[in-house]
């Protein structure tokens, strides 16, 4: 044996254990990300819907409500995008157009086996903007 081998004992075997902790490290990240994409798209998703449906509320012409057609559009949005039973929806009108505001909260399983719970808060007032208020 050479000499240079025989000082770096204290070296071996520390590879895989590196690659080991990166493993377990790549794998949680993914579990997290697994979990929390779908609520975050389903989310952004909401938010979309409820623009729209204050859009068809100011469409809304002739026999139909405008408050009624905002209410279904987004009671469906909420049915498709998984928003929970007890969330707040407040569709009111505020002057000459609708305004629908819309807040829950969802737990998500950030790591493994329920160790730790993310609270996802969804907050968002959707209301016409730009050229669409102005008469």
């Known amino acids: 044996m050479s000499p240079a081998t025989n000082t770096r004992h204290s070296e071996r075997g520390s590879a895989a254990i590196k690659f080991l902790i990166i493993l377990v490290g790549i794998v949680l990240l993914a579990n997290a990300g697994y979990n ?36 279904a559009h987004v009671s469906k949005a909420a049915a498709d995008n998984d928003v929970p039973n007890d969330a707040l929806i407040e569709i009111v009108p505020m002057g000459n157009h609708i305004q629908a505001h819309v807040t829950y909260q969802k737990k998500v399983n950030m790591l493994p086996f329920g160790l730790y719970k993310y609270d996802y808060d969804f907050d968002y007032v959707a209301a016409p903007q730009g050229y669409l208020t102005k008469e």
């Open 36 to 71: 929390y994409i779908p609520v975050a798209y389903q989310g952004a998703s909401f938010r979309q819907e409820m623009d729209t449906a204050v859009v068809k509320g100011l469409a809304a012409s002739g026999s139909m409500k405008p408050l009624e057609v905002v209410k």
